[in-house]
């Protein structure tokens, strides 16, 4: 189903409970990407800084670290212990080698202002987080299908 199998999906998102779901559903439509998974914003700059400064140490080309390492997209939940989504979406666009990455938002806030910020900010996309089992299936597959099988990413140098 999935044509970019090899390329990780970066999850960010504290609730066990709505990473299980997200996990269960995307294993039932067949994604295959890796997923990986931060709980919090520390762990994401973490996750995407190391990865590239042990691309660095090891004498790589930082051009390769993007396709390479980088994840093909980012969910990202907005409230989130210590460093929150809001800021996380702002300093990932504001660096010059991850303003790339699609950001899309995924939250159960459905706040004008928010939605409003996290475009202003440079999210690509905004979910908001159905309570409603169907309709959570139907956004979950509806991400799928765009972001991990129909969207082309620009190609980096």
């Known amino acids: 189903m999935t044509k970019k199998l090899h390329e990780p999906l970066l999850v960010v998102e504290d609730s066990n409970e709505d990473f299980r779901m997200l996990q ?7 994604v295959q990407n890796p997923i990986h998974r931060c709980t919090n914003g520390d762990e994401v700059l973490e ?39 809001r800021d ?7 660096d010059k080698s991850l303003k790339e990455i699609p950001i899309v938002v995924f939250t159960t806030s459905s706040n004008p202002k928010d939605i409003e ?3 202003q900010k440079g999210a690509n996309g905004y979910l908001v ?29």
């Open 24 to 30: 269960r559903l995307m294993r039932r439509m067949c």
């Open 47 to 85: 996750f995407l800084y190391q990865q590239r400064s042990d691309a660095y140490s090891k004498g790589e080309d930082l051009r390769n670290f993007p396709v390479a390492l980088r994840p093909s997209v980012i969910l990202l939940d907005l409230n989130l212990p210590g460093i929150d989504g």
């Open 88 to 94: 996380i979406l702002d300093r990932l666009k504001q």
């Open 117 to 119: 910020l996290c475009y």
């Open 129 to 157: 987080k159905p309570m409603d089992a169907q309709e959570l299936k139907k956004t979950i597959q509806a991400f799928v299908d765009y972001w991990l099988e129909a969207n082309m990413p620009p190609v980096l140098d």
